[in-house]
């Protein structure tokens, strides 16, 4: 071991262009200790172990099993050295992996990869992703729908009860009509409502919906979420920014509080575009979004409701009458998308028809027929009569003995049993 003076001296006298005999001759020391020195392979101030390290015996198949697989747990690394033949504590078999640099990064999963940032022309390209609400005020999940303009950032939101391809399609129209119009391109992950399971294609059903609106649409390739990082990052933003204060109770409540976050907050941002520094809504305004179609793709949304107890249904913020007999009931709420009427079915017959209120509304609507069932049902069921008394005492009554007579008969008496019998059965004869 040599002192950090040592160390100094012997690089600068090997800087002046002395040699490695030199050195060792002028301080002293053992020619194999001043190269070992110069190529940084030992540090001034620190001995050398005398022992041999366990580890270099199986350095080798260490370094072998991470290059095969750089997430194999150390723990399961150990395990197998152990039984190699390794005697050394799990702290220091951690401790030379991480000094020696022996688990390689994989580039697969390092979100440091280099990338390029993707030049997307003003109208050319909406980013589409789901937002899944786990915990919600109202007790329920959410599922927002979100759209992002990719050229200036604008993004709006739609809540729905599901993923299926109606309700996608409806929230698509829905988000299109607060953008504005359509870009020329849609861009989705691989969702099961736009492509077909375990291939590329897209769905028959959803290509219709894409001709409809006059737009390509660009499916990522699996397992590269920074080919939409418009739509990631702004899902991200609306979620801390927006949803993680909100005040709201309800979806219909959650719809408008985010409609009104997307305009006054959202596109208000700031940013560079083009060379210059202007708002999210300045630069969004200059996007060329073509029209949309005068009526939204005709799709049919399906939802399940259990009926309350004074016979209502409850949909979108509003509240519909169905019969009185069916008040517990599961029914089926269909509403076919453009249309103004909602239909009720129970046991797959249509059990109640009502013109659709605005979403939100908070209104009643009954058929007054069903009024006048449901007044008819709780009269008849009136009744001044209090609760049953729990410790009441109630024998079996005079009507309850005389079936019980009657029944006696056919059960028969007790057997009788001849202990005589018995002992015949079980000794032997005389002989």
Not at 139 to 163: D, I, N
Not at 280 to 286: C, D, K, L, T
């Amino acid at each position: 071991m040599i002192t950090h003076g040592e160390d100094v001296e012997l690089h600068a006298l090997r800087a002046q262009g002395w040699s490695i005999s030199a050195i060792a001759r002028h301080l002293g020391l053992d020619r194999k200790t001043v190269r070992a020195h110069l190529a940084g392979e030992r540090q001034a101030g620190v001995r050398r172990s005398s022992a041999v390290d366990p580890f270099d015996a199986v350095a080798d198949y260490v370094r072998q099993r991470l290059v095969e697989d750089p997430h194999v747990r150390a723990t399961v690394l150990f395990g197998e050295v152990q039984r190699l033949g390794y005697g050394a504590s799990y702290p220091t078999f951690v401790r030379r992996i991480r000094h020696g640099g022996l688990r390689p990064e994989c580039q697969a999963c390092s979100p440091q990869r280099a990338h390029v940032d993707i030049e997307h022309p003003p109208g050319e390209e909406i980013q589409w992703d789901w937002l899944e609400l786990r915990d919600t005020p109202w007790g329920e999940r959410a599922f927002v729908l979100v759209g992002v303009l990719s050229h200036s950032g604008r993004l709006r939101c739609w809540f729905c009860e599901s993923m299926d391809q109606p309700h996608l399609v409806a929230g698509i129209h829905q988000v299109l009509e607060r953008l504005g119009g359509t870009a020329r391109r849609w861009r989705t992950d691989r969702m099961a409502a736009v492509v077909a399971p375990g291939t590329d294609r897209i769905q028959a059903s959803f290509a219709a919906v894409a001709k409809h609106y006059g737009a390509a649409v660009d499916v990522c390739p699996p397992r590269r979420p920074r080919r939409k990082g418009a739509v990631e990052k702004g899902i991200d933003y609306l979620t801390q920014s927006w949803w993680r204060t909100a005040a709201v109770a309800s979806p219909e409540a959650a719809q408008a509080s985010a409609d009104r976050w997307c305009i006054e907050v959202a596109d208000a941002r700031v940013r560079r575009v083009e060379g210059r520094v202007v708002s999210v809504g300045e630069a969004a305004a200059g996007e060329p979004l073509g029209a949309l179609p005068a009526a939204a793709f005709p799709v049919t949304l399906t939802l399940e409701r259990i009926v309350s107890a004074n016979a209502l249904v409850a949909v979108w913020g509003n509240r519909y009458s169905v019969p009185p007999e069916l008040a517990g009931a599961n029914v089926v709420v269909t509403h076919r998308v453009g249309a103004d009427l909602i239909e009720i079915h129970n046991a797959g017959r249509a059990v109640a028809e009502h013109r659709l209120a605005p979403s939100g509304a908070h209104r009643t609507i009954r058929h007054p027929e069903h009024a006048q069932a449901l007044q008819a049902a709780v009269l008849a069921s009136f009744d001044t009569a209090g609760p049953c008394r729990r410790k009441a005492n109630r024998p079996p009554s005079s009507q309850a003995a005389a079936i019980a007579s009657r029944l006696a008969p056919a059960v028969g008496a007790d057997p009788v049993v001849d202990l005589d019998v018995y002992r015949r059965l079980t000794q032997p004869e005389a002989s």
